[in-house]
């Protein structure tokens, strides 16, 4: 059929098909930076086009290489095979560890990395395989997040840190916290204020059964009358 045989023609290294693999690396990258522009991550739409552009070209590089100058012995994809662990420092600076039960930016780092194998594919002139993973990654980002969003907020916990005036008061924090919060792990310490009198506690908050904010729980624990302030702990 003439499809079968455009497509191989499509996967030969040509002026056409450098043209396809470019077009779809921009495409692919586009879409999925763009969504994580939407979330407000740091590595959007132009980060992911050119994560795809880079891994599509070491790819060709290769091919061009043994193809056009007569390389023979080379591997084509020995080049291409540095980018899997390279593209790591990059997704790396995505990852923010904002508490101790809070890491953000493991989703962005994942789809950097995702975007450099659909380029590597497309570069290679694999399109199937790097169509069908840019549609599955594509869906994974933009409807399945909802899901995870759901479930996650069941599990929810993060630290606090309060500092109370005196340790006479500590009993009565730590039952308070248990009783209200589901707190749990906690543990006196030394007052990050440095005043003379003070005593921190850290504890885990199980937020399981309610979905109060980190900020407000602070808010409600400022307004007892031992304590001197709260803080989500980091």
Known sequence: MWFWEVLEYLRELNLASIALRVFLAILAGGLIGIERGKQGRAAGMRTHILVCLGAALTVMIGFYAREILGYENSDPMR???????????????????????????????????????????????????????FAAAFLTVTLLHKLEYKLGKQQRRFGMYVEIKSDANIRLAIKHLESTYGASGIQVTSPRSGTNGNVGIEANINNAKNTTPPTKISKELENLDYVVFAIESV
């Open 79 to 133: 080049v291409s095979a540095q980018v899997i662990s390279g593209i790591g420092f990059l997704g790396v600076g995505t990852i923010l560890v904002k508490g101790r039960f809070q890491i953000t930016g493991l989703t962005t780092a994942a789809c950097v990395w995702t975007t450099a194998t659909i380029g590597l594919a497309l570069g290679s002139g694999f399109y199937e395989g790097a169509l069908v993973v």
